[in-house]
């Protein structure tokens, strides 16, 4: 019996106040409605159902409803049950969110989002329906936060073939994407005493401000033509990379100084953090793998699912030296954990159904089509521009002439289009001299504007 | 033609070293084999896909499979391609991520977690679906650190109309649960200066080392028969209170007082911060409305799915008077939120179509029949002890006489039964008497433990 009410109805939190409970009652329904808390046309509960949420008699209640029906804040037709009546409501309406700061450009080059419209939501819903129905009740309770033990072990198992880490589940750490994971790192470098990190002199400020936000300081790595040259000088503590594919130049770090930034780390006790943010994209060169390879006991792995799938997900990991796991894993405890179990289930699966591996070998060549045809574009409207970075990844560096690389953008501004200068990348403390060109990220736009943006970019390009 | 491969097979990584490429890559594949990076019956991309991603010739990768097949490290058959032979693997297995510390007890009477067998799996997925085919391409990308202004809304709506809270969406911030928000409201508390929090002198350890981590002190409040007297000490910048069900003492916090620390808080700009953990149980009395509707600018509103869904999911949300809003939200900048997106836009879907309502409803009934079966086997076995706080929540007390608390533990603990004493909730500096009991949480249990469990929790009781 009790059962046909409890499935009925929306959930309603009333005070009746005031001395007799029905002219309480009624009083407060009313002021629900005239202040918009209740919406015109939602259907109430049934007196049944109210009387027993407010422990009350149902005949109070079925009461103070015809008083508000007979008032014509409320309607009651047969079978459609009690509702809100349509009236204009005197309370301001509920405020919307306040917009983001910056409007939406109409051709977008930005780098760091891949093609959106081509997550793979088909596929991503049937992974959540086979996480779902597989999940023991127990996953869906406060777990271990460093993430599912499914996911963890999918991710050491996909992680060793395809990027030949060394890891194994328990040194994989589950996080919410990139910026969680070197918020973690920070801290745990910070209990070690680490005051400094040493960076790249281009990369993303958001990086570097996080790193600093949490009490280190950053100092920028010389560059030259072979890319960053990674040994930290004295003091530093440790030293953040992209090895694969140095973001935003786009050159893989030299094997010579993949061994110089180990033996580094091995000589000082230093951690080097690898960020590995997009090493499934690349197209005509050898992979590289995770220098994470060459001493797991020195270099902390770090990817996510922000470039493969989508950085809606919120979904990254790393995998540690034993040491580091131990102190993440000790900060994290109570903290319940940040990421969705459900997410991490159908993570787990979609990798280990193979969908991931499917997904990453579609986008590659999705990527390397509208690589080539960025690259053909800037052939024939750019000859005298140089393109680099582009053998891997979903970004390239289009080389300017000193002295011309604000003109661009602002030329790119005025056709609609977002695209970043290298100077928005560059350390504030960079050495050596500053480098001009534009960061284009052929990601970002969806298939529909591709054609648009890509002439769109070709207008704002320097005459030679 | 490209897309014919593009589906196939794994991805993976391989870095042909050595001088002539096919005998490199025979090694490079050997090793992954040897070491167990290629698990015995995976399935090899085809020699085509493979030639294609190393930008080598098809005859070459055809070749170094050949080999290894010759060697017996691969197997090739018709139709199913070429696989990893099944052999011992040298290297030693994979570890296990390693398990939690403490081992699971027989019978689990543990409060916080809500009956997880009870999660509404096939709505949840419903929602997952609708949110999946609604959502457009920019929700997946990097979003408002505070949430999806579709959850922000229901929850303001929602909100408002259960819990009385005076919200709009611009105010609510989505969290990755309680502990997240608390996190987060630290950091904003300490960048206004304040070093001291006002706590409940019964409480969860856990939240009150959150604060300790972010730098807070935090002092006790004195407790008495009507409950936590909220007004904090002199030099107090916030207080943490549980205000509709006192955690775990379960009772609603007076009207005086609550009244009390709202004046509190004008008269010197201090923050309350309401944790409404279980707000929407409530049993035989009269609903116990949000203490933000008092003040919104005053008072800081915290909630989650934790109890109402299930603590996997990582929900929560806060709804923040103007000035802590922003400061929030300034600390959340480049962080880019916690929350996957799709669990946001799932949980927007599962308000607005009704099911958070019907779901709650159908929860409150089941926690009600656990609570009246329990209130029933207490006033049968143990008629001389008193269980208060039972008009609403997951959780009851049953006050124990002093110094029986630990004996009554240890008893639980033979009988395989997890059940915390007050003792664990009380914090250090706490003033006035201790006060002994148990702290039931009869919401844990699936339904196929449940008597059992109710049978372990009387065989540890005490005689008379």
């Known amino acids: 019996m009790a059962k046909s009410w409890a499935n009925l109805g929306i959930d309603l939190h009333l005070e009746p106040t005031g001395p007799g409970l029905r002219r309480g009652l009624t009083d407060a329904l009313r002021e629900a409605v005239r202040t918009g808390r209740l919406a015109p046309g939602t259907r109430l509960p049934s007196s049944r159902a109210l009387a027993a949420d407010l422990g009350i008699a149902r005949n109070t209640v079925a009461g103070a409803y015809a008083d508000l029906v007979a008032e014509g804040w409320l309607t009651a037709r047969q079978g459609s049950g009690t509702r809100v009546a349509d009236r204009p409501v005197t309370a301001p309406p509920a405020e919307a969110p306040r917009p983001r700061p910056c409007a939406r450009p109409a051709y977008d080059l930005r780098p760091g989002t891949p093609d959106l419209a081509s997550f793979p ?35 050491a198992e996909y992680l060793a073939r395809a990027r030949g880490v060394r890891a194994d589940p ?25 005051h400094t990190v040493a960076v790249e002199s281009y990369g993303l400020h958001v ?11 950053t100092v920028p790595l010389p560059v030259d033509d072979r890319g960053t040259d990674p040994v930290p000088p004295d003091g530093a503590g440790a ?8 973001f935003p130049m786009g050159v893989p770090l030299h094997p010579d100084r993949r061994a110089a930034v180990v033996d580094w780390a091995r000589r000082t006790g230093g951690l080097v953090l690898e960020d590995d943010y997009d090493g499934e994209f690349r197209y005509d060169r050898r992979p590289v793998g995770a220098l994470q390879n060459l001493d797991p006991d020195h270099v902390v792995y770090m990817g996510t699912a922000s470039k493969s799938l989508a950085p809606g997900l919120r979904l990254g990991w790393t995998v540690l030296p034993d040491a580091p796991a131990e102190e993440a894993g000790a900060l994290l405890e109570g903290s319940a954990g940040t990421c969705g179990v459900l997410d991490q289930l159908a993570l787990a699966e979609f990798i280990r159904s193979g969908a991931y591996d499917r997904h990453v ?17 800037l052939a024939a409207h750019a ?11 979903l970004h390239i560096v289009l080389e300017l002439p000193p002295g011309t690389e604000q003109d661009v953008i602002r030329a790119a501004t005025w056709q609609g289009l977002a695209v970043p200068g290298l100077g928005f990348f560059r350390h504030p403390a960079a050495p050596g001299p500053r480098r001009e060109g534009l960061v284009i990220g052929y990601g970002t736009p969806p298939d529909s504007a591709w054609s648009g943006t890509l002439d769109a970019l070709m207008r704002a390009l320097p005459e030679r």
Chains 1, 2 share one sequence.
């Open 121 to 155: 939501r088909a596929e991503w819903l049937k992974a959540v329906r086979r996480a779902l129905a597989a999940a023991p009740n127990d996953a869906l309770g406060y777990g271990d936060p460093r993430g599912r033990p499914e996911l963890r072990t999918a991710l």
């Open 361 to 377: 070998r579609k986008m590659r060549l999705h990527y390397r089509r509208r690589r080539n045809e960025l690259i053909r574009a």
């Open 170 to 194: 328990g040194r994989v750490l589950v996080c919410a994407g990139f910026a969680h994971a070197l918020t973690l790192l920070a801290a745990v470098l910070r209990a070690r005493g680490v």
């Open 207 to 217: 990086h570097r401000d996080l790193l600093t936000a949490a009490g280190l300081r």
């Open 239 to 246: 030293v953040l990379l992209t090895p694969a594919h140095q």
């Open 383 to 393: 000859p005298h521009l140089r393109a680099s970075g582009v053998a891997a990844g």
